[in-house]
Structures are given as structure tokens and as C-alpha cells.
């Protein structure tokens, strides 16, 4: 099993739509947990991190279920600009060098 | 703002060639990593370091070679190319410290295709 598994999409939805994303992890050491963001042929960036609390950061909410080890991501209002791959990931707490990546899911949103 | 800078951005290799691609941050990070990903996957862990003079296996470091001689530079070395290391690398930087703290900075990636 990967320690990090995602929907495996992909997601097509009109411009508008709310959509969700699901990660479950297997190890439940102290860990950080964040989504990224990757547009085609460009690198992966930080789109958010994901706290115990739940999160939101305009259109954007993540959750996190440490009892389940899942955790989520919730767009709203879903924009063209919104279509690219989001990658969940995992990162213990003392060494953010060895992140675990989700093998992520493609968003396509549509006019 | 340089960031994370990584070189080439694309490279062809005959089987059996040496490369190495070089790998520096100016943000003073502690952690640096390199990852690959094959298309349609995820990013997977070949090497990482937790400070100069430090280096450790990721998931698939086979064929793979670093060092990390300084804070800025982690460069990966391919010992003798092959078609499976055809693939996307990203080299990226990370720290503890801070109010992005474990944030993850990458390089724009090396593109690279062994033939």
C-alpha cells in the first residue's frame, strides 16, 4: 500500500462547481500535512497547509482527520484557472526533506 | 528572488553516459531533496539531506549519486544512464524554521531523456 493515496480523477467540472479531493496516509507519526499545486510541465507549489482545525484560504478548505489519517480538499466556485494537478502531501515534523507525495489528481474545469 | 536553481533543463543521454545535475538555493535551507516524476505520478524521493555533509536514500536512489558539501548546493550525479531514468527531476529546499515552516520551494526541473 502507498503511504500516500489519492482520488485518482481525473475531475471535469463546469466553471462554478464545487469539487473535493481525498488523501488517506498510512504512517501516523507526527506529521505536517499540506496540498500543492502543479500546472502542466511546471513545478509543484504550496497551495496550502492542512490543520487538525480545518482551514480556509478564500474558495479553498482543507480538512484533516489525524483518528482516520485522511485529509481533504474543498474548492468552491471552481474557476478555469483552477484546472492543474493537486498534490497531497506529507511531511514528517523533524525532516521536511523526506515529504511523501500523493501521486496527485488532475482537475479540468470547464467553461 | 532566485530560489531554488536547477540545471540543465533538458538533456538527452545515450545509454551508459555520466551526468550530473546541479542543484542550488540561496534561501540558507537546511533541507535540500531530489525527487523524480514519471509521467501521470507523483513526485518520488531519490536522495535527500538534512545539512552539509549529510546525505540519505529516499525510495528509489538506485543509480543515483549526491553530495552536499555546502548549504547551497545538493547536486545529483547519474552514474551510468538508463532509458528508466528517463524522467522529470526537481530538486527542492525546505526548513523548520520560520512562519512557512516546511514549506517545500522547487526548482523549475530538468527534463531528461536517456535513449
Known amino acids: 500500500r502507498k503511504e500516500v493515496e489519492q482520488d485518482p480523477g481525473p475531475f471535469n467540472v463546469p466553471e462554478g462547481a464545487t469539487v473535493a479531493f481525498n488523501c488517506t496516509y498510512s504512517n501516523s507519526a507526527s506529521q505536517s500535512f499540506f496540498w500543492y499545486r502543479q500546472d502542466c510541465r511546471k513545478e509543484p507549489k504550496l497551495l496550502m497547509s492542512v490543520y487538525s482545525s480545518g482551514n480556509e484560504d478564500g474558495r479553498f478548505t482543507a480538512q484533516l482527520n489525524r483518528a482516520s489519517q485522511y485529509i481533504s480538499l474543498l474548492i468552491r466556485d471552481s474557476k478555469l484557472s483552477d484546472s492543474a494537478t493537486y498534490l497531497c502531501v506529507v511531511t514528517p515534523y523533524t525532516n521536511a526533506g523526506k515529504s511523501t507525495f500523493g501521486d496527485g489528481t488532475t482537475l479540468t474545469v470547464k467553461p | 528572488n532566485a530560489g531554488v536553481t536547477q540545471t540543465p533543463k533538458f538533456q538527452v543521454l545515450k545509454t551508459g553516459q555520466s551526468m550530473t545535475l546541479q542543484c542550488a538555493q540561496d534561501?540558507?535551507?537546511?533541507?535540500m531533496s531530489w525527487y523524480r516524476q514519471d509521467p501521470g505520478m507523483g513526485l518520488r524521493l531519490i536522495h535527500y539531506?538534512?545539512?552539509?555533509?549529510?546525505?540519505d536514500q529516499g525510495e528509489v536512489p538506485n543509480g543515483y549519486n549526491v553530495s552536499r558539501s555546502t548549504t547551497e548546493d545538493f547536486p545529483l550525479r547519474l552514474l551510468s544512464a538508463a532509458p528508466s531514468q528517463t524522467s522529470v527531476y526537481f530538486c527542492a529546499s525546505s526548513s523548520d524554521r520560520g512562519r512557512r515552516g516546511n514549506t517545500i520551494y522547487f526548482g523549475e526541473g530538468s527534463w531528461l531523456t536517456v535513449v
Open positions: 539531506s538534512v545539512g552539509a555533509g549529510i546525505t
Open positions: 534561501m540558507n535551507h537546511e533541507y
